[in-house]
């Protein structure tokens, strides 16, 4: 499937955290949808990337790599998603992050 290169530019890794060390479980994207004159920050994985890995207790853990070198991490609770069925099965949660991924992901 052929996926057009700005979705790739906010596709981030969704994992877990234990000492200090990541660990990547799966891979989601950030996206924006619009309900009238509102933006509404999203990030979408696929519902088996959360429900496979995750317990309902978990944290997890994002991580956007910036292009200039390095990362940022941040925390969101399993809570925070939801489960969308129809077409595809995902999960997303509202990525109220979204400045700050968009800053991470270019470097500024």
Same mark, same amino acid.
């Given at each position: 499937?052929?996926?057009?290169?700005?979705? #790739?530019? /906010?596709?981030?890794?969704?994992?877990?955290?234990?000492?200090?060390?990541?660990?990547? #479980?799966? /891979?989601?994207?950030?996206g924006v949808v619009q309900e009238g004159t509102t933006s509404i920050p999203l990030l979408v994985t696929a519902a088996h990337v959360i429900d496979d890995y995750f317990k309902e207790t978990d944290t997890i853990f994002v991580r956007l790599n910036r292009n200039s070198g390095g990362s940022e991490r941040y925390r969101l609770s399993i809570m925070d998603f939801a489960t969308?069925?129809?077409?595809?099965?995902?999960?997303?949660?509202?990525f109220q992050l979204i400045s700050q991924c968009l800053v991470a992901r270019d470097g500024h």
């Open positions: 499937m052929r996926v057009e290169d700005r979705i #790739l530019k /906010t596709v981030v890794f969704i994992g877990k955290e234990a000492g200090g060390q990541f660990t990547p #479980l799966g /891979t989601a994207f950030v969308q069925t129809k077409g595809l099965i995902s999960r997303y949660c509202p």
